[in-house]
């Protein structure tokens, strides 16, 4: 019964930090202290979101798609390159300084390139999406396999375990917080990367309509379209905690109902 109630007292600080959020921004509109093409009212920001909900809704799938997929992808070649890198040394010295150069690179100025390339299609959006999300997870996993406890490692060398047993049943297992540390940075990564990459072309995509919306100056369905964005990406959170929980049950054992 303790651990219900703290976990409902937890739950209502951001709440009632947003509700003061909320207040503040109705009350800057009905006091017009900001001129409503600027600033449109929460109501209004509303009643955008239930009038093009069908719409937004198609536009959604689309972007959700995308994220999951170039999230998957930079997941698999992530978590690859960072085990090779961990194995081979000479690699890591060779490679890690050029996979932290390339965050040096906006990705606003990947994409036109990517679509020039790639066309108008899915292609440069998954490919953007993996360029985002990519670098978290290499880093994260990397940081979790090298630093596993050197003893472990000599122990099972000592019985006699090749470099593939120390792998899965050490290292991997020991990256695996760090691991998920990098992937849920990366899932609020891969919607944004979606969203950018449909800002320069495409038929679908919450990035698409708000390009479109942007043009005939609708800002109130541009407040809409940024929510359900915020949405997205809080459904492919939660769909990381839910592997996450799966994969390590262990970890929320003393966390009380989540």
Not at 199 to 205: A, D, I, K, S
Request: positive net charge; aromatic residues 12%; charged residues 15%.
């Amino acid at each position: 019964m303790t651990k219900k109630l703290r976990s409902i007292t937890n739950k209502l600080y951001p709440i009632s930090f947003l509700a003061l959020i909320l207040f503040l921004w109705e009350l800057t509109c009905r006091m017009e202290w900001v001129p409503p093409f600027m600033l449109p009212a929460p109501e209004d920001v509303l009643n955008a979101l239930v009038t093009d909900f069908p719409l937004l809704m198609q536009h959604s799938v689309t972007t959700f798609q995308e994220a999951v997929i170039g999230l998957f992808l930079s997941v698999f070649f992530g978590v690859l390159i960072a085990v090779i890198m961990d194995h081979f040394s000479v690699l890591y010295k060779a490679v890690h300084p050029v996979i932290v150069l390339t965050q040096t690179v906006p990705t606003i100025a990947i994409a036109p390139l990517l679509v020039l390339w790639m066309g108008f299609g899915i292609a440069p959006k998954i490919t953007l999406i993996f360029i985002t999300c990519f670098f978290p997870i290499v880093i994260s996993t990397l940081s979790g396999l090298r630093a596993v406890d050197p003893d472990s490692i000599r122990l099972l060398e000592s019985m006699g375990a090749s470099s593939f047993q120390i792998l899965f049943r050490v290292k991997l297992k020991a990256a695996r917080e760090s691991f998920f540390a990098g992937l849920r940075v990366a899932a609020t990564y891969s919607v944004v990367g979606a969203v950018i990459s449909e800002w320069l072309g495409g038929l679908q995509g919450l990035g698409v309509y708000m390009t479109r919306v942007r043009k005939s100056y609708a800002f109130d369905k541009m407040f809409a379209v940024i929510f359900l964005i915020s949405i997205v990406s809080l459904l492919v959170m939660k769909l990381v905690d839910i592997i996450e929980k799966k994969s390590m049950p262990w970890k929320y054992l003393n966390k009380g109902e989540e």
